[in-house]
């Protein structure tokens, strides 16, 4: 076969598959309950192939494929109308191609025109490494988000199928879209309340940082699934009985956790899969017979299941009187199978399901007429988003700082708090009665001395809990305080208190120059921003702001120790900031020369970062090892490329590099062990058990005799005959770790064993 014909027969396949995955989009949107506009779907499908023509993705298949799967996705799985499917459709063309917004806006409207701007706004934008890019994108995406909810849902839609997509990228795109997704997707979608999809982000994330442990996961739950099933039909059998005898139309689901959540479980509550036992819930989804009475239906469906299963008394949660801020409703019950197992069950009308799995998009209705307004029927997210502006309208000096802002709404599990008038206000999970203040009004939160809950004197610290009647008390003489923000958990009491303390330290800073000033002028120096970034650095101050707000409050007087930095003599360097490195505790290998340091590894322009660094015995000391998740042979890494060129090695799972994915994604390497069991690393093991004559003795045995592991500490105390204790030992990688573990779980008495560090 010639060439010609390769390329004829390649363009014939190719055409085949984008025309089939385009019917599939029409047939799935024919079947939704939208109205039919057909002929603007296949206008947007024609005039994106177009502009897309030639051009391929990484995996080999034709460009035009992935704005298809993201309008599959926000047809099938969101539920959205035929602007949405359009606009998905166009998303990439102004980005990609030579095409501007206002040539979108001439063919298809001005709301298509819009949605795809606020996308293209979302992925375009030029930023230096020092400013995050993507938490300034992420505040672009909640500017947008706030014109047109529909934006955010179709940027959710394109980063699931890049995720389905991901395995076609190098590993350490693969490492920074994932935790990317992690930090902020997932958490979004499942604000919004898109559960199925949130789910299978988290997932997927998961699968691509700690592939191994996913595959385990999988594995299992595989192979429990022939029990799952039968436990399943036991324990629903009955129910169906009592369903059948109500008359009642239902369906009953199995919900099986998934792999995300049950590691997130293993590692926060250090049990094995087999220990896990929430794996398995029921899920009944009924049609009630009216309408306006489907809540007291939920209730005559619990009592029938409670007359046949024990429910948990502490395990009952009512969303069908307080949906959750994302729209969710229904009724949860734990109940006491016949073979002594708590199975949760989840009772739902089909509307709540449909809400459930589809979020906003299902309560948001589109007028798809000519001007395409939006009716949006809930006030939840409007008031959401109403804090985001909030937010956005008070400039944060961070980008991080924002980020870490918004997660604090995005993650946040609800309480239900009144007023003294009886009012219910939807209140984040550990707030206190400060955040309750700030909630209702700037001026209440800046002057509140204290609260009144449940008519009691309560300080402003108060954590408050659902059903508390919350009344504020205020004084004109009571100002903002900076350790307020110690406990404030709320985004919006903690941006309004930032604002005032910026006010207020400005005037500060003031003060701090002019000493400054005063003190070069004394020593014959000039007033530069590089003598400032010097003194800085010595007083380790991230900030220029920073030093001369110590400055200024006192807390820092400027002396020789100053004038020997600015004039360059040297001195000890101490390190400082959020992120502090240790050194490896060296075995078999000889001592290197007292005071000289191991040359570090930096990052040259030629560097490849798409390859992974690879750390052997030899070039460990080349690379920061980093104190907050003290990475160990055997574990999951990564490299992130510092201000200084240097290389910092976390693990895929720590908090820190989960917050440098999310913003410096550009900067993380993939980095893999060889290592050869020649050097020692310390780890921390913790018990607890009975105790009994010979336990310590029998542990520590296990390790030095069985096991040949060298005991560095030991600490152990004993209460009312259990005992707890902590053991720091020298090993070689996560391996010998594990089989410690298992060693130390089978010494009778011993409950149970978690590894620290």
Not at 65 to 94: F, K, N, R, W, Y
Not at 185 to 198: C, D, Q, S, T
Not at 210 to 219: K, L, T, V
Not at 307 to 318: A, F, G, M, Q, V
Request: hydrophobic share 35%; charged share 30%.
């Amino acid at each position: 076969m010639t060439n010609d014909q390769e390329l004829k027969t390649r363009e014939a396949a190719d055409d085949k598959m984008i025309n089939d995955a385009f019917q599939h989009l029409l047939d799935t949107y024919i079947q939704s309950r939208h109205r039919k506009k057909v002929d603007i779907i296949t206008k947007a499908f024609n005039f994106a192939r177009q502009a897309h023509k030639g051009v391929r993705r990484l995996s080999g298949e034709p460009y035009i494929m992935h704005p298809i799967a993201v309008a599959q996705i926000a047809c099938e799985e969101v539920g959205l109308g035929s602007t949405s499917i359009c606009a998905a459709l166009l998303h990439d063309v102004v980005e990609d191609t030579d095409y501007t917004t206002e040539d979108i806006e001439n063919i298809f409207g001005p709301k298509i025109a819009q949605i795809v701007d606020g996308l293209t706004k979302i992925s375009g934008g030029i930023f230096g490494d020092k400013a995050s890019a993507q938490a300034e994108n992420f505040k672009k995406l909640l500017l947008t988000m706030s014109d047109d909810i529909r934006v955010i849902l179709i940027k959710i839609c394109d980063r699931l199928h890049n995720m389905r997509t991901l395995a076609s990228q190098p590993a350490n795109k693969q490492y920074k879209i994932a935790g990317e997704t992690l930090y902020i997707y997932a958490p979004l979608a499942n604000r919004l309340g898109l559960n199925k999809i949130k789910t299978e982000l988290e997932d997927l994330s998961f699968r691509y940082e700690h592939p191994d442990e996913y595959a385990s996961i999988e594995q299992k739950l595989a192979s429990t699934q022939a029990s799952r099933h039968t436990l399943f039909d036991e324990f629903t059998a009955p129910i169906r009985e009592a369903l059948d005898k109500m008359g009642i139309r239902y369906a009953i689901k199995e919900r099986v956790k998934s792999p995300y959540s049950i590691w997130c479980k293993m590692q926060n509550k250090h049990v094995t899969f087999d220990e896990i036992y929430d794996i398995l819930a029921v899920r009944i989804i009924f049609t009630p017979k009216e309408r306006e009475n489907e809540i007291n239906e939920c209730f005559n469906i619990y009592v029938a299941i409670s007359r046949i299963y024990k429910s948990h008394p502490d395990r009952l949660r009512d969303w069908l009187n307080h949906p959750k801020a994302n729209g969710y409703q229904a009724l949860h019950v734990t109940l006491m199978s016949h073979q002594g197992r708590w199975i949760e069950v989840q009772i739902r009308s089909d509307r709540m399901d449909e809400i459930a799995e589809q979020g906003f998009a299902a309560h948001w209705k589109y007028k798809e007429g000519e001007n395409g307004e939006i009716n949006e029927d809930d006030g939840e997210l409007n008031d959401w988003l109403h804090t985001i502006k909030e937010i956005l309208d008070d400039p944060q000096p961070d980008a991080m700082d924002f980020l870490d802002a918004i997660k604090l709404n995005l993650f946040a599990s609800e309480i239900f708090v009144f007023t003294p008038k009886g009012e219910i206000k939807t209140m984040p999970a550990g707030c206190t009665a400060l955040d309750f203040a700030f909630s209702i009004h700037t001026f209440l939160g800046s002057h509140c001395i204290g609260a009144k809950v449940n008519h009691k004197l309560v300080p402003l610290s108060h954590k408050l809990e659902s059903g508390d009647q919350v009344e504020i008390l205020t004084s004109k003489s009571q100002h903002v305080q900076p350790s307020w923000i110690n406990f404030v958990s709320t985004a919006k009491a903690k941006a309004k208190i930032q604002a005032i303390l910026r006010r207020e330290s400005r005037e500060i800073q003031k003060l701090g120059e002019d000493t400054l000033g005063e003190f070069l002028k004394k020593n014959g120096m000039e007033h530069t921003n590089a003598a400032v970034d010097k003194l800085a650095a010595l007083h380790n101050m991230d900030k220029r702001e920073d030093l001369l707000q110590a400055i200024g409050e006192k807390m820092i007087i400027l002396g020789e120790k100053d004038i020997d930095e600015l004039k360059g003599k040297k001195r000890e360097k101490s390190t400082g900031g959020w992120r502090k490195f240790v050194p490896f505790i060296g075995g078999g290998k000889a001592k290197k020369d007292e005071g000289k340091q191991p040359e570090l590894f930096v990052v040259s322009e030629s560097f490849n970062r798409k390859k992974p660094i690879i750390i052997t015995d030899e070039n460990i000391s080349q690379y920061k090892f980093t104190f907050c998740c003290h990475p160990i042979p055997g574990d999951d890494i990564l490299g992130f490329i510092d201000n200084k060129k240097q290389i910092e090695i976390h693990k895929r799972a720590c908090p820190v590099a989960a917050k440098l994915k999310a913003s410096y994604g550009n900067r993380i390497l993939d980095a893999k062990w060889d290592m050869h069991k020649k050097l020692y690393f310390d780890a921390t093991i913790r018990l607890e058990g009975i105790d009994r004559m010979g336990m310590l003795n029998e542990v520590t045995r296990v390790i030095s005799e069985q096991m040949s592991i060298n005991i560095h500490k030991v600490a152990f105390s004993c209460n009312e005959g259990i005992f707890e204790g902590t053991i720091e030992l020298y090993v070689h990688d996560r391996d010998d770790v594990r089989s410690i573990i298992g060693s130390l779980k089978k010494v009778p008495g011993v409950q149970e064993v978690s590894q620290i560090m």
